[in-house]
């Protein structure tokens, strides 16, 4: 007997016949004698039609009443899905975040989860109840409803299952697993079994949209395993934990592209200590995540640092560091959006010198230009053109990956 | 400055112009400086839809499960008034019957009020705060939703204002007052200025759908001042208080029918004491109100029971007698649902004798009989056959209110 918290995407729930596709995974696992927890995000296309609402009656709704409204999609997802369990004759109790406990602090539409109160869900789980709780959303020490933001859901499941010690916390999504290239691309990148959390963590900071980096980082700090899996494809996914088995031969997990990049070049800066520090830190203090920084080498005095940023803080991080131009002392500020990042990830390229240089290699055999590099221990991102970019994903997944999987 | 509870249907808020138009009338009264609270409902069929969504999914959900569904409806349309609100430039928020602190029994889809911790609402009174509150619902001691079936925003409305001792609860309807008649049917009824509480409760039982009973009944005992008014049509509505001035001749403030009525016949009982105690309560045993009761005089050491229920009880009723039909030895039971109850209700009606009369009157001259006869202090009701009852509120409001209002 194991104890399973298993999360349904939105698409997973769109409408009657897929919550009753859902309801007969949890009873099937119900019945194989195992407790269950139950993570749902709103049906379908829920989100943006509340959204939609909101806005033909006020374009900027505060955001407190904003999760007020959104939260109820969550609601009822629960509450239908419990119905569909009822039907299938098992013992199920829906719950709303703040029934389930789960306390986060009070920044509204992008919360982060502070405490879970598990009593009430420990005590339904002791009646051997499945237990469906709302995803994506909380409630503040006000008591007021808040929403977690992007990949809230994940976040919601991964956090229940850390604070109740789940044996194991599945994602079930419209994927059927993590693969080395977007199969929508490179039609013969093939499914991982198992991957490591930390190439987890890189391959969605690079780009690849399974698994929402906040959801993953819970899991490593309390050694959460997951399972990434299809709720149409009932077959195994993809397992992410601690240290994962590699794929026979290669080095890398994965290749991964991310077009949500902008690049923002600053100008003959004058060159003095401290000036890097002062420019980050004002980033830091609007909340504006640097991705790729480049400074070059100083010349006549001064230096130009490059940096990359994701599109929607573009203009925020140009107009702060306007606002200091006198005191930094520029030449001039730049931003391109023509830009995507290729990354290549995998634990075991730390034990396999020459990753970078094959996938430079790969990129020159093509005739891509790189604008950019960065690497860290399990990663190696460069920045290109974003015309190149379909080209390049395929030209890197084949040097590292071959022609066809399996084959 | 008063405290003022604004209650708006579901089909004040339907859309977003409707929710626009709430929020002017709640912004005017917050600025000639009142406190306001507001308790809506969920917009327009909202509900409906709900029910039909979980019907799809199970024809007989839990109750519990139904109302974690239901109060969705009125979380989403409080959340939009209060962004309608906000885009007009008045401090408002919105509040869950949680957050509002509404604590019900555990009767899922009809629960009671039981208490009213107001000290978060206070609060936010006291931060010049308009409130907007969800109705219909409230939270059991387990911390799970209920509702409060039907009527159950006006008693929301009413039972909130009881708590804070509002000086007036105003329910916003389509309708712009309290009429002597259905103007559908009687198109010189013509609006009350006032009335009693007894008296809307009395209209109120008798079909009149203005305002449901509870909520009345929980304002006579707080002495809580209502007025009945329109959405859509900003002008002075009905007030509903203990003494009202009267319209100037009349005894009488309505005349109301109730097409929801089923009468049941129980013929040749043994005439024996005990036997009407022993049905009525099997009856109340199973929930069923019975209406008016007609026992015939003993005749052959046998009588004969009749009665009315509404219709969706007659079934049960019926069954419930048969199943007991050797203990209570009765020859045959029966049940037509052809009949409506026509009323006259009026306080004046005590000072006023013959009124009773002046009604058989007014149905004997259009010819239409009378099969059950009921009267309390301030009402009269007679059961007839449906086809007439037309033909009978007219003419009885023809006696007691002339052929046009005001003229």
């Given at each position: 007997?194991?104890?399973?918290?298993?999360?349904?995407?939105?698409?997973?729930?769109?409408?009657?016949?897929?919550?009753?596709?859902?309801?007969?995974?949890?009873?099937?696992?119900?019945?194989?004698?195992?407790?269950?927890?139950?993570?749902?995000?709103?049906?379908?296309?829920?989100?943006?039609?509340?959204?939609?609402?909101?806005?033909?009656?006020?374009?900027?709704?505060?955001?407190?009443?904003?999760?007020?409204?959104?939260?109820?999609?969550?609601?009822?997802?629960v509450a239908l899905c419990a119905m569909a369990i009822e039907k299938l004759g098992c013992p199920v109790i829906s719950l709303n975040a703040w029934q389930a406990g789960i306390s986060t602090d009070s920044n509204y539409s992008n919360a982060s989860?502070?405490?879970?109160?598990?009593?009430?869900?420990?005590?339904?789980?002791?009646?051997?109840?499945?237990?469906?709780?709302?995803?994506?959303?909380?409630?503040?020490?006000?008591?007021?409803?808040?929403?977690?933001?992007?990949?809230?859901?994940?976040?919601?499941?991964?956090?229940?299952?850390?604070?109740?010690?789940?044996?194991?916390?599945?994602?079930?999504?419209?994927?059927?697993?993590?693969?080395?290239?977007?199969?929508?691309?490179?039609?013969?990148?093939?499914?991982?079994?198992?991957?490591?959390?930390?190439?987890?963590?890189?391959?969605?900071?690079?780009?690849?949209?399974?698994?929402?980096?906040?959801?993953?980082?819970?899991?490593?700090?309390?050694?959460?395993?997951?399972?990434?899996?299809?709720?149409?494809?009932?077959?195994?996914?993809?397992?992410?934990?601690?240290?994962?088995?590699?794929?026979?031969?290669?080095?890398?997990?994965?290749?991964?592209?991310?077009?949500?990049?902008?690049?923002?070049?600053?100008?003959?800066?004058?060159?003095?200590?401290?000036?890097?520090?002062?420019?980050?830190?004002?980033?830091?203090?609007?909340?504006?995540?640097?991705?790729?920084?480049?400074?070059?080498?100083?010349?006549?005095?001064?230096?130009?640092?490059?940096?990359?940023?994701?599109?929607?803080?573009?203009?925020?991080?140009?107009?702060?560091?306007?606002?200091?131009?006198?005191?930094?002392?520029?030449?001039?500020?730049?931003?391109?959006?023509?830009?995507?990042?290729?990354?290549?990830?995998?634990?075991?390229?730390?034990?396999?010198?020459?990753?970078?240089?094959?996938?430079?290699?790969?990129?020159?055999?093509?005739?891509?230009?790189?604008?950019?590099?960065?690497?860290?221990?399990?990663?190696?991102?460069?920045?290109?053109?974003?015309?190149?970019?379909?080209?390049?994903?395929?030209?890197?997944?084949?040097?590292?990956?071959?022609?066809?999987?399996?084959?």
């Amino acid at each position: 007997m194991a104890l399973i918290v298993q999360k349904f995407g939105g698409s997973s729930v769109k409408d009657a016949e897929h919550i009753r596709n859902v309801a007969r995974i949890i009873t099937d696992t119900y019945r194989a004698n195992n407790d269950v927890v139950v993570v749902l995000s709103a049906q379908g296309d829920t989100t943006d039609e509340l959204i939609e609402k909101a806005h033909e009656i006020n374009e900027s709704p505060s955001r407190r009443e904003m999760d007020m409204l959104l939260s109820t999609g969550e609601q009822a997802s629960v509450a239908l899905c419990a119905m569909a369990i009822e039907k299938l004759g098992c013992p199920v109790i829906s719950l709303n975040a703040w029934q389930a406990g789960i306390s986060t602090d009070s920044n509204y539409s992008n919360a982060s989860i502070k405490t879970i109160n598990d009593e009430r869900l420990r005590a339904e789980l002791d009646r051997r109840n499945i237990v469906i709780v709302t995803g994506f959303q909380g409630i503040n020490r006000r008591y007021d409803i808040t929403t977690l933001g992007r990949g809230g859901s994940d976040t919601s499941a991964v956090a229940l299952a850390a604070r109740i010690r789940a044996d194991l916390c599945q994602i079930y999504t419209d994927v059927d697993g993590v693969y080395t290239g977007d199969p929508r691309i490179i039609p013969e990148a093939r499914k991982l079994d198992e991957i490591t959390f930390d190439e987890m963590l890189e391959l969605a900071s690079a780009g690849a949209q399974v698994l929402h980096n906040r959801s993953v980082e819970i899991a490593k700090r309390f050694g959460i395993q997951l399972e990434v899996l299809s709720s149409l494809d009932p077959k195994p996914g993809t397992i992410v934990k601690e240290v994962a088995k590699k794929l026979e031969s290669t080095a890398i997990s994965g290749v991964a592209r991310d077009e949500n990049v902008a690049c923002i070049a600053i100008t003959h800066l004058e060159d003095k200590p401290g000036v890097a520090y002062r420019i980050f830190s004002l980033l830091a203090q609007r909340k504006i995540n640097v991705d790729i920084i480049l400074q070059s080498i100083g010349r006549d005095n001064t230096k130009d640092i490059t940096f990359t940023v994701a599109k929607g803080y573009a203009d925020e991080a140009i107009e702060e560091l306007m606002e200091h131009k006198d005191e930094l002392n520029f030449a001039d500020i730049s931003c391109d959006t023509n830009v995507a990042k290729i990354s290549i990830v995998g634990s075991g390229m730390i034990n396999h010198p020459g990753i970078a240089s094959q996938l430079f290699e790969a990129l020159y055999n093509v005739g891509i230009n790189i604008r950019m590099i960065s690497t860290s221990e399990i990663k190696v991102s460069v920045l290109i053109d974003a015309k190149d970019s379909d080209m390049a994903i395929r030209a890197v997944h084949h040097k590292f990956f071959g022609e066809r999987a399996g084959a």
